[in-house]
């Protein structure tokens, strides 16, 4: 998974592992079309990969403030 992550994210994109299979991926300044986009093309991603998954992908949008 984390393979695919690496190829597949934006320069300045980032992700960690939650748990053994939940990632938190970060994707500054995506609008949330963009991060949809970006969740479909990882979901088929690992379809082509792994030929099956029961991958959930879905994102939340959370805006960055300054402190």
Same mark, same amino acid.
């Given at each position: 998974v984390e393979e695919v992550l690496l190829h597949k994210l934006r320069? *300045?994109? =980032?992700?960690?592992?939650? @748990?053994? *299979?939940?990632?938190?991926?970060?994707?500054? *300044?995506? =609008? !949330?079309? @963009? !991060?949809? @986009?970006?969740?479909?093309?990882?979901?088929t991603e690992f379809l082509n990969i792994y030929h099956q998954t029961t991958a959930v992908l879905s994102h939340k949008d959370y805006p960055l403030h300054s402190a």
């Open positions: 320069a *300045g994109d =980032s992700f960690t592992r939650l @748990n053994k *299979g939940t990632f938190l991926i970060m994707l500054p *300044g995506a =609008s !949330a079309e @963009n !991060a949809e @986009n970006a969740m479909k093309r990882l979901h």
